[in-house]
Nanobody, 123 residues
């Protein structure tokens, strides 16, 4: 069972930045990794994903140009840099791992999930 741990969430003012990290005690280089978020009363949605090699990445339209995903397989870490944050970005953010051929933003294809980290954008 792959264990994922998110970190880096917190309270930030509109227009600010946060950097989320997803880490594991074992190698992540086999897996495609996705970041998802869930706001109160809403369904979980895909934010960004990165292929196992790191050569490919994809973003939801709502975060394109503001968020950047990256991975460091040597450190078993995947990061999500979030810039120009707005109230609409407030949610619990989760990272998840999928088989490499399931790369994408579909929630259902991801097999392993972290516990989530809260991001609150407020003045």
């Amino acid at each position: 069972q792959l264990q994922l741990v998110e970190s880096g969430g917190g309270l930030v003012q509109p227009g600010g930045s946060l950097r989320l990290s997803c880490s594991a005690p074992e190698s992540l280089d086999y897996y495609a990794i996705g970041w998802f978020r869930q706001a109160p009363g809403k369904e979980r949605e895909g934010v960004s994903c990165i292929s196992s090699s790191g050569d490919y990445s994809h973003y939801a339209d709502s975060v394109k140009g503001r968020f950047t995903i990256s991975r460091d397989n040597a450190k078993n870490t995947v990061n999500l840099q979030m810039d120009i944050l707005s109230h609409e970005d407030t949610a619990v953010y989760y990272c998840a791992a999928a088989d490499p051929w399931d790369y994408g933003l579909g929630v259902d294809v991801y097999d392993f999930w972290g516990q989530g980290t809260q991001v609150t954008v407020s003045a």
